[in-house]
């Protein structure tokens, strides 16, 4: 079963906005992953929170972790074009060792 | 590095078929993954590998699926009839086994049963 939903299941914003999304999940957790998915590739490794973290940056991007509500959210500021493509949390939970789930993702689309 | 490494990356064959995906980890690391992606299941974890060994493989949807990791530097998935129901991208990531697993997924391999 999935571990993370995503909300929402798409967003369409203009170029210069910031787009947010979210992310639930259901059990304690060890850290939490974002990741990015273009059209027809793998996905790419974009930021990890760990669990005693509630905030974290890299270049346009910030993470919050909030463990009461077992959620998290993902903050991309100034968007651009290239950001189009589909976001997925992942959860490392803290009752099984080394699987990381993933969520349903969020499709995002940047218009230019 | 080049990355994760899998083949073929498109493969189209017919109901019964066997079907075997291939995938080359980064070299060094000792965590390996393979998920499967479709619209309506999203990413499901079909089985990992740490140190070459099958570590959990209830993902693995039935019997007909089967994973080795004979070496630390090549990993297989074999479907075994194909069914229509098994076209998905299938991916292969790997990680090094730490706390902070962090994944680096291959390209996909793009399957299709008739």
């Known amino acids: 079963s999935q571990q993370g939903e995503e909300d929402p299941q798409a967003l369409s914003i203009q170029e210069g906005e910031n787009a947010t999304m979210n992310c639930s999940y259901k059990?304690?957790?060890?850290?939490l992953q974002w990741y990015r998915q273009n059209s027809g590739r793998g996905l790419v490794h974009l930021i990890l929170?760990?669990?005693?973290?509630r905030e974290k940056h890299s270049g346009r991007l910030r993470v919050t972790l909030d463990t009461s509500k077992k959620s998290s959210s993902l903050l991309i500021t100034a968007s651009r074009a290239a950001d189009t493509a589909s976001y997925f949390c992942a959860t490392d939970r803290m009752d099984s060792s080394y699987k990381l789930i993933f969520g349903s993702g969020t499709r995002l689309l940047v218009r230019p | 590095d080049a990355g994760v490494i899998q083949s073929p990356r498109h493969e189209v064959t017919e109901m019964g078929q066997e079907v075997t995906l291939r995938c080359k980890p980064i070299s060094g690391h000792n965590s390996l993954f393979w998920y499967r992606q479709t619209m309506m299941r999203g990413l499901e974890l079909l089985i990992y590998?740490?140190?070459?060994?099958?570590?959990?493989d209830s993902g693995m949807p039935e019997d007909r699926f089967s994973a080795k990791m004979p070496n630390a530097s090549f990993s297989t998935l074999k479907i075994q009839p194909s069914e229509p129901r098994d076209s998905a991208v299938y991916f292969c990531?790997?990680?090094?086994?730490?706390?902070?697993?962090?994944?680096?997924f291959g390209s996909g391999t793009q399957l299709s049963v008739l």
């Open positions: 990531a790997s990680s090094l086994k730490d706390r902070w697993r962090k994944l680096f």
């Open positions: 059990t304690s957790i060890n850290n």
């Open positions: 590998f740490n140190n070459n060994v099958p570590i959990d």
């Open positions: 929170i760990r669990s005693n973290e």
